[in-house]
């Protein structure tokens, strides 16, 4: 059963422009996200995180927003420069100290054009 | 910082083998995490180390065995293999239990 899911298997976009890269939940109790940028041949890096008491996040060009009624989060590049162009996983999990998994989304491919 | 590391990076191995995959955590972190990723899909949890103990698991079953040894690294074991173990194996290590996640590049396991 798929907690997490990205029904976006891929995405282009103009270099400058914004991209949007979707993810939607059905776990209530999920109160902590991340995105994860993945290159290939290389491991998943962290790019930022929410936690369910904000509904904003922002980090330099990149900015994360929680709908918590909607369970559906967001991650905005802007702009999107071809650099950014890997797959992107959102992932959450539950509750604090009980060393439980994270649950990620099977990745959106975005691809920035020049 | 030294980041994760694992190894191999690919390994081919035929069903019935046994496998043994190496992990070493981040400088630090005292948490370690695997995850199984298949081809178009996303890392699913096989099961983590909290101060060589396990620490929770996920939807794996037994011939999925793990260690953490005391300078944190860890292994993971997988016995009598089969196709659909083929996939990418990553290990992640962090902070603590529920923190973020630090990947390292992973282990191709093709089994044939």
């Known amino acids: 059963d798929q907690q997490v899911k990205q029904n976006s298997p891929s995405l282009s976009v103009q270099e400058g422009r914004i991209s949007i890269l979707n993810c939607d939940y059905t776990?209530?109790?999920?109160?902590?996200f991340l995105w994860y940028k993945k290159y290939p041949a290389e491991g998943p890096t962290f790019l930022i995180s929410?936690?369910?008491?904000?509904d904003k996040n922002e980090d330099g060009r990149f900015t994360v927003f929680l709908n918590k009624s909607a369970k559906h989060l967001s991650l905005h590049i802007v702009p999107s420069q071809p650099g950014d162009s890997a797959v992107y996983f959102c992932?959450?999990?539950?509750?604090?100290?009980?060393?439980?998994?994270?649950?990620f989304g099977t990745g959106t491919s975005l691809t920035v054009i020049p | 910082e030294t980041g994760v590391t694992q190894s191999p990076t690919h390994l081919i191995k035929t069903r019935g083998q046994q496998v043994t995959l190496r992990c070493s955590s981040q400088s630090g972190h005292n948490t370690v995490s695997w995850y199984q990723q298949a081809l178009g899909q996303g890392p699913q949890f096989i099961f983590q180390?909290?101060?060589?103990?396990?620490?929770g698991r996920g939807n794996f079953p037994p011939r999925f065995s793990g260690l953490q040894f005391p300078n944190y690294s860890s292994e993971l074991n997988v016995n009598a293999l089969e196709l659909d173990d083929s996939a990418l194996y990553l290990c992640a290590s962090s902070y603590s239990p529920n923190e973020k996640l630090f990947f390292g590049s992973g282990t191709q396991l093709s089994v044939l």
């Open positions: 929410i936690s369910s008491i904000k």
């Open positions: 776990n209530s109790m999920f109160d902590y």
């Open positions: 992932a959450a999990t539950v509750g604090q100290n009980t060393g439980n998994q994270f649950y």
């Open positions: 180390y909290y101060r060589e103990e396990e620490n």
